[in-house]
């Protein structure tokens, strides 16, 4: 593992999953026709998927917030990891826009008119407002999370918006605003089951990680996971000689 995932594992104590790897790894197996860049990322998101959401102790994780700890588009990560958790479970999936401050998910949200609104019969409000994506997984973007409540994220109406969402979905990943400069993130880490950070390769600051652990412990939210994303640093050359 490479010195700065090891120094976030130290400061975080939980897995680091990386989104891409290192570009001197990329086309060094590229060169030998062994590199497919595409396996090797849903890979990555099925492991974090399994670790994060199906282990069940100490209780089982069904809404689970991933917030950056800086500015940073997430977006993406968090639609293929409800792609990828659709696909490993018989239940529902949502993929929810819980940040005022993201650019949502209408670039990374798949081909044009894969999605529908969803009029089931028998559903809450939700279900029945969210984009479908496939079978079992849908998407909530910002103003169908907000409803009627405007641009207010109060603890007491967070915590009814979520119980709605238990109640119509079995899992739930919600996407926060950056947890470095933003409280909703932590509360909503208080609320639901537990959050994954993300951090950003060559960017993202070992006291910054810090602080934003101390904060999550702070409001007794779990910290689930780590996702180390646009990792660009080469292998150790040890390795390589052994390929």
């Known amino acids: ?21 290192a ?26 998927v399994r670790q994060v959401f199906f282990p069940g102790w100490p209780k089982p994780a069904r809404q689970v917030v991933f917030s950056a700890v800086e500015p940073m588009e997430i977006a993406g990560i968090c639609l293929q990891v409800g792609q990828a958790l659709s696909a490993q479970t018989p239940g529902t999936v949502c ?41 079992k997984l849908w998407r909530v973007p910002i103003d169908v999370f907000l409803g009627e409540n405007g641009n207010v994220l109060s603890t007491e109406w967070l915590c009814g918006r979520l119980k709605e969402l238990r109640l119509e979905f079995d899992y739930t990943v919600l996407h926060a605003p950056p947890a470095g400069l933003y409280s909703e993130a932590a509360l909503l880490g208080h609320l639901s089951d537990g959050v994954v950070l ?35 640093f080469p292998i150790p050359q040890g390795i390589y000689n052994k390929l």
């Open 1 to 21: 593992m490479s010195t700065l995932a090891d120094s976030l594992h130290q400061t975080l104590g939980r897995g680091i999953f990386e989104t891409r790897p």
């Open 23 to 48: 570009e001197q790894e990329r086309s060094f197996i590229q060169e030998r026709g062994l590199w497919d860049p595409a396996r090797f990322a849903e890979e990555q998101i099925r492991n974090l």
């Open 95 to 135: 993929v929810v826009e819980a940040s005022l401050r993201a650019q949502g998910f209408g670039k990374v949200s798949g081909k044009k008119g894969s999605e529908r609104v969803c009029s089931q019969n028998g559903f809450g409000s939700l279900r029945n407002s969210a984009r479908q994506m496939d079978n």
């Open 198 to 232: 993300v951090l950003e390769a060559n960017s993202t600051r070992r006291v910054a990680a810090q602080k934003v652990k101390q904060m999550l412990q702070a409001t007794n939210a779990r910290l689930l996971g780590t996702v180390l994303n646009q990792r660009t």
